[in-house]
């Protein structure tokens, strides 16, 4: 789709029959069968839970942030703001914060981070996964820990700059 109006294109007849039948949700079945992610998994996993990682991605994406903000990112404090409102945010701690954290998520915020690729949203259907009651974290191994820490670490510049940004727009409005 382009400009809301849809494109199509002409493809090989060998193409268009092997993508006709094509079920996202069956690939995903099959490649949890036979474990065909776990090496992925594990290279992830090894590459952004380890402290390491996680500490020296807090300070890359502080001074990233500040070279390339556009509403005046200040570097430790805006990430500590940003620390501040994930977690005053998902809590409920404050409405204010919840606000912010519910339109970044609307926004696609928590799409960003490399931790997510290894979540698994898509095992079920959006029906049973929207309509089963507020979803929560399980936490089952120590490695589920680590990738809660390193997902927090790079959500929270992100979401100080969202917030940055959302606040100019509403006063431009």
């Not at 556009?70 to 914060?97: D, H, N, Q, R």
């Amino acid at each position: 789709m382009r400009n809301g109006k849809f494109e199509v294109y002409e493809v090989g007849k060998d193409l268009a029959n092997a993508l006709k039948d094509f079920d996202p949700r069956a690939l995903a079945d099959t490649i949890k069968m036979f474990r065909l992610n776990a090496p992925a998994r594990w290279l992830r996993a090894g590459a952004t839970a380890s402290p390491d990682f996680v500490f020296a991605n807090i300070a890359r994406d502080t001074v990233t942030a500040a070279v390339f903000s556009k509403y005046g990112f200040i570097p430790l404090w805006s990430s500590l703001e940003g620390a501040i409102t994930l977690v005053m945010g998902k809590s409920g701690l404050s409405k204010k914060s919840q606000q912010i954290y519910q339109k970044w998520i609307r926004s696609g915020g928590m799409q960003s981070t490399l931790v997510s690729l290894d979540r698994n949203i898509f095992d079920k259907p959006a029906f049973e996964i929207l309509n089963k009651g507020p979803i929560r974290n399980l936490l089952k191994t120590p490695l589920e820990y680590l990738r809660i820490l390193s997902e927090f670490s790079e959500n929270m510049t992100r979401i100080s700059e969202f917030e940055r940004a959302y606040k100019k727009g509403k006063k431009q409005d």
